[in-house]
Nanobody, 124 residues
Framework: QVQLVESGGGLVQAGGSLRLSCAAFGRTFSNLGMGWFRQAPGKEREFVALISRSSITNYADSVKGRFTISRDNAKKTMSLQMNSLKPEDTAVYYC??????????????????WGQGTQVTVSS
């Protein structure tokens, strides 16, 4: 497994931007597929974005065109740039990693390492 540490959450007004970062420790970062999930109170954890080992990206329809995922293998970091934020984006955001894609990348069970989460709150 790899240790993941998120940073960059906070409070922002609707229409604003935030950038989340995820630092990885303990394994060869370039071999990992990386994703972002989020979980709002009373709701299930949901897929937000994926960046594969070869930097192919995929997004949930709800964030497509507003969020951008990226990775820097030299720095062992992954980022999520979030623009045009909406109150419904409010959630705890988690970064996650998989070493082998054995299922759907939208399912949390596919990922074998998780960060502790960072709170994002968007006020209306």
């Amino acid at each position: 497994q790899v240790q993941l540490v998120e940073s960059g959450g906070g409070l922002v007004q609707a229409g604003g931007s935030l950038r989340l970062s995820c630092a990885a420790f303990g394994r060869t970062f370039s071999n990992l597929g990386m994703g972002w999930f989020r979980q709002a109170p009373g709701k299930e954890r949901e897929f937000v974005a994926l960046i594969s080992r070869s930097s192919i990206t995929n997004y949930a329809d709800s964030v497509k065109g507003r969020f951008t995922i990226s990775r820097d293998n030299a720095k062992k970091t992954m980022s999520l740039q979030m623009n045009s934020l909406k109150p419904e984006d409010t959630a705890v955001y988690y970064c996650a990693a998989y070493s082998m894609l054995a299922g759907s990348y939208t399912q949390p069970s596919t990922y074998d390492s998780w960060g502790q989460g960072t709170q994002v709150t968007v006020s209306s």
